[in-house]
């Protein structure tokens, strides 16, 4: 089944709907928040939440403010990316700043910041933590891609900037699913943030791979940064770190499976692990018939 045919994927794209349709009383600025919040994208943050709720007895429904806040601060997070690298286009869509403007863009997305924070607040305190800490790591993250050139960055500099910038994101969406299903149960809950770390260093790693293999037709950025590819790159042949890349990648993947390996088996189990699925075969292009960076 197609990730945009589950339930949980429905269910959110209508709450996204809803929460643009008046998100301010300001015609300008509900416009521009429109355009880049309800757009495409296969909404992993959010059905992360979702399943992760579902994956330990809860109510998806009641993890959908949740999955709006990671989904809201995760687009402005988009937003300011594009600014520094000079995007052009993304999700087969202008970017917002070369529509309306750097200022316009800065705003928007500090506005689906503030927006954020609204929708998380209705949880309780470990939540509302658990939140403000992945945003404090993204900026982190985001500020340490920015100041190193490409070609400069070293492995590790690499692996904690993808941590910060995209798998806390995806490890405290994990956490908050499960948190919200089974408050208090710790034990479980780290279980699922490690699922959703390696889920996300993975995810990354694949991400920078295709982009610098030209496999998006959807997105142009005018500043690249290192990716793990073009780091192996340094000291191997195109084909070897292709390679390379992808094994990492899939041994990310693979320890994914393995935390929530004991976990009773469900519907969103079987969700979680076909997200799995999913960034797996994204490599395939590169797997099968590695293209000329």
């Known amino acids: 089944m197609k990730i945009e045919e589950w339930d949980e994927y429905k269910h959110f794209i209508n709450a996204v709907n809803d929460a643009v349709v008046n998100i301010s009383s300001l015609p300008s600025l509900t416009k521009i928040t429109s355009h880049v919040f309800n757009t495409g994208g296969k909404k992993l943050r959010p059905l992360i939440i979702m399943l992760s709720c579902s994956a330990n007895g809860g109510n998806y429904k009641e993890a959908i403010n949740a999955g709006l806040a990671i989904e809201g601060i995760h687009t402005a997070s988009l937003v300011h990316d594009d600014i520094l690298d000079e995007g052009l286009m993304r999700r087969n869509q202008q970017t917002l700043h070369t529509l309306y403007g750097p200022a316009a863009a800065i705003l928007c997305g500090d506005y689906l910041i503030a927006k954020a924070i609204e929708w998380i607040s209705v949880y309780e305190n470990k939540i509302v933590w658990d939140f403000g800490r992945s945003g404090a790591l993204l900026s982190e993250g985001e500020v340490l891609d920015a100041g190193i050139k490409r070609g400069e ?56 791979l295709l982009e610098d293999f030209g496999v998006y037709k959807d997105k142009e950025s005018g500043v690249l940064s290192d990716s793990l ?17 992808v094994s990492v990648a899939e041994a990310y993947l693979a320890r994914a499976k393995e935390e929530l390996a004991d976990v009773k088996d469900s519907p969103a189990k079987e969700k979680l692990f076909a997200l799995v699925d999913y960034v797996n075969g994204l490599m395939d292009s590169v797997r099968f018939a590695p293209p000329e960076p």
């Open 229 to 245: 590819f073009s780091i192996h790159m340094r000291s191997m042949d195109a084909g070897s770190a292709a390679k390379e890349t």
């Open 153 to 208: 960055m070293t492995m590790d500099q690499y692996t904690e900037c993808i941590f910060k910038k995209t798998a806390a994101l995806f490890e405290i969406s994990a956490k908050i699913g499960a948190r919200i299903a089974i408050p208090g149960d710790e034990k479980k809950i780290e279980k699922f943030g490690r699922f959703g770390y390696e889920f996300g260093m993975a995810y990354q790693i694949v991400d920078d």
